[in-house]
T-cell receptor, first 111, second 114 residues
């Protein structure tokens, strides 16, 4: 158990819909990262937050947004969903940099 | 776009053999090179990591070899065991330049045959 909790574990929705994925980092970790994992693209970095502030942005679509709350949990919002958004979405946390601790992921299926 | 290229995509090794996975990177600013191991249904977990000031790091049966001039690094698994069967990802980041998230290779699906 990495100590990172992600909900929901599975989510099935339709195209055009909006979903929210939630992540609780390890106790004491200030950084939260979001990654998208698909079969053909591997693990793609989406965005990083550090202590409530956006620190780095990767290949995150404009339809996606994230935030980190004062209690350090984070949410990833995915809107206007398309079939190609079906993937595993991982949250990871770290104290600052270095070792990332990953949750078990949220599997999103868009039908 | 920063890239980390990983090969092979899949690998089958006999029990007791040596598994070798290779990665190459382009960005010379990368200064942290971890390997992550992922089992089905689980998130990736850090296996071993190296900084560019050393050419090799060994932890148990796992060794990272690093070639800074060639911009390549590799993972060697000695005496491979069926329990090592998993997907392995190399990654890189520019820690010194600010935390910008790890850039991952596309992964190697390793199968260790009994």
């Amino acid at each position: 158990d990495s100590g990172v909790t992600q909900t929901p574990k599975h989510l099935i929705t339709a195209t055009g819909q909006r979903v929210t994925l939630r992540c609780s980092p390890r106790s004491g970790d200030l950084s939260v990262y979001w990654y998208q994992q698909s079969l053909d693209q591997g693990l793609q970095f989406l965005i990083q937050y550090y202590n409530g502030e956006e620190r780095a942005k990767g290949n995150i679509l404009e339809r996606f947004s994230a935030q980190q709350f004062p209690d350090l949990h984070s949410e990833l919002n995915l809107s206007s969903l398309e079939l190609g958004d079906s993937a595993l979405y991982f949250c990871a946390s770290s104290v600052d940099w270095g070792e990332l601790f990953f949750g078990e992921g949220s599997r999103l299926t868009v039908l | 776009q920063q890239q980390v290229k990983q090969s092979p995509q899949s690998l089958i090794v006999q029990k007791g053999g040596i598994s070798i996975i290779n990665c190459a990177y382009e960005n010379t600013a990368f200064d942290y090179f971890p390997w992550y191991q992922q089992f089905p249904g689980k998130g990736p977990a850090l296996l071993i990591a190296i900084r560019p000031d050393v050419s090799e790091k060994k932890e148990g049966r796992f060794t990272i070899s690093f070639n800074k001039s060639a911009k390549q690094f590799s993972l060697h698994i000695m005496d491979s065991q069926p329990g090592d069967s998993a997907t392995y990802f190399c990654a890189a980041s520019n820690v010194g330049g600010g935390a910008d998230g790890l850039t991952f290779g596309k992964g190697t699906h390793l199968i260790i045959q009994p």
